[in-house]
């Protein structure tokens, strides 16, 4: 009897590892992690060499980089799902979208209103919303709707998170830097956006191959 | 300890590979035939064998479509499928609890 109660306890634990494991979203992160990095890595590049200097045009050019990654990121994944003969929006896929969504939709509508605002604002106002606050605000954002879709993710995700979101609060606590407005702020926006997106992505690059040939 | 509930373990479900695909079923509305297949890593014979079963058993509805030209299969539980499915959990919940408590 004793055995019967092992077997039917053991039998519990392995239906709840399933559960939850079927509920664990499992496409291929690494080739995201990649494009974004690249984009943002580019994005930063370009956006100092083509001297976007004024806070409005700093702010509308990074919304459209983030759109557009947005963009490739799901054509990427709609890729995956064909190849896989999954459904793309599969309820996993469903979870991970509703948890990202409060965190950036709250940096969309701030970016939005900045949009709106600086232009009317004087110069020194406009420069240190749009080029020192937003940035850290956008990063440590991102990183609060990563980690919030890591709850339906492999676990190292919510580390990713919590990255931005440390980086940004570090940068809040830092404060204005000696260096000119634009570099510091396509700076900070390359390292975060470009930088960490693709060491991550690099490092999920070799784990998911790993994974893949075991 | 009472042996009536490990009796009245339902025999479909019972089985290791079925048990893994009714829990799967279980925590999501569907689920496509290829990620049941990857993570339970089973093969496609095996696969097809133990979804014909709970199919004719009534357990566990099909969805054929077509996605971007190729054909997508879904499964989900059907509402026989996830009562049999909350039965067989519960009563290996009173097994453990009778064990617990001595009976």
């Known amino acids: ?214 | 300890m009472n042996p009536e509930p490990f009796l009245r373990l339902d025999r479909v479900i019972h089985e290791k590979g079925r048990l893994a695909i009714m829990s799967l079923l279980a925590a999501s509305p569907q689920l496509s035939f290829t990620e049941m297949r990857d993570t339970l890593n089973m093969t496609d014979g095996n696969l097809t064998a133990h979804m014909r079963t709970l199919q004719e058993t009534g357990y566990v509805s099909v969805t054929k479509a077509f996605q971007g030209g190729r054909p997508l299969t879904t499964y989900s539980l059907t509402v026989q499928g996830r009562k049999a499915f909350t039965i067989y959990i519960n009563l290996l919940e009173q097994i453990v609890q009778q064990t617990k408590s001595g009976k």
């Not at chain 1, 634990?13 to 984009?39: D, F, K, N, Q």
């Not at chain 1, 994944?77 to 409060?102: E, G, I, Y």
């Open chain 1, 1 to 214: 009897m004793g055995m019967e109660s092992n077997w039917a306890a053991e039998n519990l634990r392995v239906i709840r590892t399933l559960m939850e494991r079927s509920a664990v979203y499992r496409r291929e992160l690494a080739p995201l992690m990649l494009l974004a990095g690249t984009v943002g890595t580019f994005a930063a590049a370009i956006g100092w060499f083509a001297r976007i200097e004024s806070p409005r045009a700093f702010v509308g050019y990074w919304l459209a980089v983030g759109v557009l990654t947005i963009a490739g990121c799901f054509l990427l994944l709609r890729r995956q799902a064909l190849k896989d003969a999954d459904p793309l929006w599969s309820p996993p896929t469903r979870r991970v979208t509703q948890a990202l969504l409060p965190a950036l939709v709250a940096g969309l509508v701030g970016s939005a209103v900045a949009l709106l605002k600086v232009g009317a604002a004087d110069e020194k106002s406009a420069n240190v919303v749009g080029m020192v606050f937003l940035p850290p605000a956008w990063i440590a954002l991102y990183g609060c709707a990563i980690h919030a879709a890591g709850f339906f993710m492999q676990r190292g995700i919510r580390l990713f998170g919590w990255a931005f979101i440390l980086g940004g609060c570090g940068l809040f606590a830092v404060g204005v830097p000696d260096l000119p407005g634009p570099l510091y702020a396509h700076g900070v926006m390359g390292f975060f956006f470009g930088g960490l997106h693709l060491a991550y992505g690099a490092y999920l690059f070799c784990t998911e191959k790993r994974k893949k040939e075991a």
